[in-house]
């Protein structure tokens, strides 16, 4: 079968599951895409639709050289998914702690370079959720006596 995202992995357990399947000793393969659409290149006048892809999977298959799958079994997927939403979280807040030092940066560029500890440390963000404007803040003494 062709990984068609998150669509193919259901599939695949259930296939790679299965008992009558399994009695005739079938193999799950789950083939990327783009080995399929460069296969398909030799197939230049064949039209696009869903009878005439499976056929050049299956032609595919005919041909073997397959790579091995991992077709993984349900338990790992909680943590897998796990990991890659933090991942993603983590390059979100990357992301966006990056634009909020810039766009702090064009506001009071002297001000950041004054800055000796974190921008995101708590005192330093509770002082900037203030209704302070720049012009309080620029008047402000650099130095506590």
Known sequence: MEATSVYSWH????FNQDDLL???NSKVYVINPKQIKNFK?????MDKTDMND???????LRFGRLKKTLIMSEQFQAPQRLTRMRFHITENMTREKQMFLQHLFYKCSSFTTE???S????????????AYSL???AQMPSKIS
């Open 135 to 137: 012009d309080e803040i």
């Open 119 to 130: 921008v995101f440390g708590t005192t330093l963000l509770d002082f900037l959720m203030e």
């Open 115 to 117: 800055v000796d500890q």
């Open 22 to 24: 399994n009695q005739r």
């Open 11 to 14: 599939p695949a357990i259930f």
């Open 54 to 60: 499976a056929w050049v999977i299956a032609d595919r």
């Open 41 to 45: 290149k030799a197939y230049a006048e």
